[in-house]
């Protein structure tokens, strides 16, 4: 009887139970969560004073330093596997560009974690930086509750594929915006970047950019910055650009 | 055809291509090494020059690397769920404990993992970071070989269940010999440390500690040393006698 109890009062599914949360992180993390009691104390600040049945606090510190070691050891991976040329000094100084600070913070501000946040503070008060705590936070808690491998995947599609371009960081590539206009003008070519989709003003920033060049679109981007919605367009036009060349 | 040639050539349970290695190695490990090539590489010092196919140096200088990012994930996984009383600077800093380099070096000597090293220079002229540095990168050769999980699974063996005493590391319990020995003085008991196995003058040292309190034998242990393997001993009488007392 306890067992069907707890089967159902931990159910996320049933939408008394996670509600709008359940919804929403569902649909940001790509995977179902089996445990919100993870997820709950990802976006707990300290300032909301909760603590759990044995008067220990219930905030996302912990999750964090968790988090932290996930991310480190996912990022280490992928780069020994991406960089097969690179020596140990190299990829440590490549991840160490990839977890900064500046960059989780990015990382958090774009998925907006922070509407999340129960506190009992206002969220202005919180500084930079409880952005990339909170994706630290919430890469704890999907460790916790589905394992390395979701830890992973996860990381895959919201760090390494949206953030880690390896010319970039080497600082090979500065702006693949500049490259593309480089080559217009060389080539003679009309270009224009239109946004065709504005949500700026809702509660998570958004907008789509359509590339155009010689009159013809070539990529479409969306990004929470128009500046980076840009780039994206303009990183994929030369990927497709650069395959074509490769084609010939 | 080429599918089964490369099937049979990379069969490390074939003696002819793992021979003593992959048997050593087996037992070590406590599974079956599937892909032997990632642990030769984990055991080959760069002043043996070697380079592969497209002329990159092959050494474990990369694989301590990734050796140590998944020790660093592992270990804050284990200490979160063991210490769930712990904040964020409390798991900080036993982990650096831990992972110490002089931990890491006491781990590598006793797994005596310098045996299997392939270099030019003597073994006299590594230094004794060298331990440290090949137990790292069996970790990293062992993710790359099986994953996570395997990795977890062989930490937990190897550096938690013999290393990590969390009382012991934060202090509290600084020789559990020593809490033995005032317990038998208070209780007016004689005790005695047998050593009843000593091959020490073999390639890797071991021995085998018999402790006796009041006559009775009360715990065995083995170890690298005979101050290690006493240790041991005493940890497990305290631990036997806990439980006696906690019965009562």
Redesign the interface.
């Known amino acids: 009887m306890g067992f069907f109890k707890k089967i159902f009062s931990k159910n996320p599914r049933l939408p008394q139970e996670g509600g709008i949360f359940f919804e929403e992180l569902n649909k940001m993390l790509g995977f179902v969560p089996l445990d919100l009691d993870h997820y709950r104390r990802a976006f707990t600040h300290r300032s909301s004073n909760k603590v759990d049945e044995n008067g220990?606090?219930v905030n996302y510190?912990?999750l964090?330093?968790?988090g932290?070691?996930?991310l480190?050891?996912v990022i280490?991976?992928h780069l020994?596997k991406q960089v097969?040329?690179?020596?140990?000094g190299y990829?440590?100084k490549m991840r160490s560009k990839i977890v900064s600070r500046e960059h989780l913070n990015e990382l958090g501000r774009d998925l907006n974690l922070i509407k999340w946040v129960e506190s009992k503070v206002s969220a202005q008060h919180f500084g930079e930086n409880i952005h990339g705590n909170l994706f630290e936070a919430l890469v704890?808690a999907i460790?916790l509750d589905r394992g390395?491998?979701y830890c992973e995947k996860f990381i895959q599609k919201k760090v390494v594929q949206p953030y880690v371009d390896i010319a970039k960081l080497e600082g090979k590539v500065i702006s693949y915006k500049s490259l593309v206009i480089e080559w217009c003008q060389k080539e003679k070519k009309t270009f224009n970047y239109e946004v065709y989709e504005d949500n700026g003003k809702e509660g998570q920033k958004h907008f789509a950019i359509k590339l155009t060049i010689g009159g013809r679109v070539v990529s479409r981007a969306r990004a929470t910055s128009k500046k980076k919605a840009e780039e994206k367009a303009s990183q994929r036009a030369f990927f497709a650009f650069q395959e074509k060349i490769n084609k010939k």
Chains 1, 2 share one sequence.
């Open positions: 220990h606090p510190e912990r964090e330093f968790l932290d070691a996930m480190g050891s280490a991976a020994f097969p040329t690179g020596d140990e990829l440590t704890g460790y390395f491998e």
